[in-house]
Nanobody
Framework: QVRLVESGGGSVQAGGSLRLSCEGSGFTFSRSAMGWFRQAPGKKREAVALITYSGYDTFYTESVKGRFTVSRDNAKNTLHLQMNTLKPEDTAVYYC????????????????????WGQGTQVTVFS
């Protein structure tokens, strides 16, 4: 059974930092592209940061470049998102997911058509 469990969210003042974690199980984590998505109330789900199975290549949406860093620990089946210099517009529920490659992860994750989603973790940034 595939499981994705996100954690690390919270409420933080603008300019602060948070570190999100995602534990994956029930699939071959080390051979899967992984990524973070977010959805704010009334807005479409967007891809925030993606990483290849090896960790060598990454993708960031423009608005988080230079502030967020995605990383993975394949030995622990864990994905992380270090978020620095947070802004109120980063407020959303953050989800992790996976796919065979980064291209399909971006397309299917943004469309919401991936089969399994975790419960997400709420990030609230106040000014």
């Amino acid at each position: 059974q595939v499981r994705l469990v996100e954690s690390g969210g919270g409420s933080v003042q603008a300019g602060g930092s948070l570190r999100l974690s995602c534990e994956g199980s029930g699939f071959t984590f080390s051979r899967s592209a992984m990524g973070w998505f977010r959805q704010a109330p009334g807005k479409k789900r967007e891809a925030v940061a993606l990483i290849t199975y090896s960790g060598y290549d990454t993708f960031y949406t423009e608005s988080v470049k230079g502030r967020f860093t995605v990383s993975r620990d394949n030995a622990k089946n864990t994905l992380h998102l270090q978020m620095n210099t947070l802004k109120p517009e980063d407020t959303a529920v953050y989800y992790c997911n996976f796919a065979p490659d980064m291209g399909s992860l971006l397309v299917d994750g943004t469309a919401g058509t991936l089969e399994v989603w975790g419960q997400g973790t709420q990030v609230t940034v106040f000014s």
